[in-house]
């Protein structure tokens, strides 16, 4: 049985990992990759643990995605010098 369900628009792109994530309660998160997406998979697991989550998402909104550019990823702030 999942741990949990989430909407894909709740879970954030990380782009070292190449995969969308979520938080799990163990510290660690759950992690779905582009791929897993298009080929239709729905389950987020946690590495570090047995939880996984069922991923809702529009499997068409996937068929031709490429890695999200910077979401999920702070931008820099503008620094000033004095």
């Known amino acids: 049985m999942s741990y949990d369900?989430?909407?894909?628009e709740d879970m954030k792109w990380d782009e070292q990992l190449q995969a969308?994530?979520?938080s799990c309660p163990c510290g660690d998160v759950?992690?779905?990759t582009l791929e897993q997406l298009k080929a239709g998979e729905e389950i987020a697991r946690c590495p570090?643990?047995?939880l996984y989550i069922t991923v809702i998402f529009d499997q068409d909104d996937f068929l031709d995605a490429?890695?999200?550019?910077g979401a999920g990823q702070a931008q820099p702030s503008e620094v000033?010098?004095?």
């Open 80 to 82: 000033i010098v004095h």
């Open 30 to 32: 759950f992690q779905i």
């Open 48 to 50: 570090s643990c047995s």
């Open 66 to 69: 490429e890695p999200p550019s």
């Open 20 to 22: 969308y994530t979520y």
């Open 5 to 8: 369900e989430v909407e894909i």
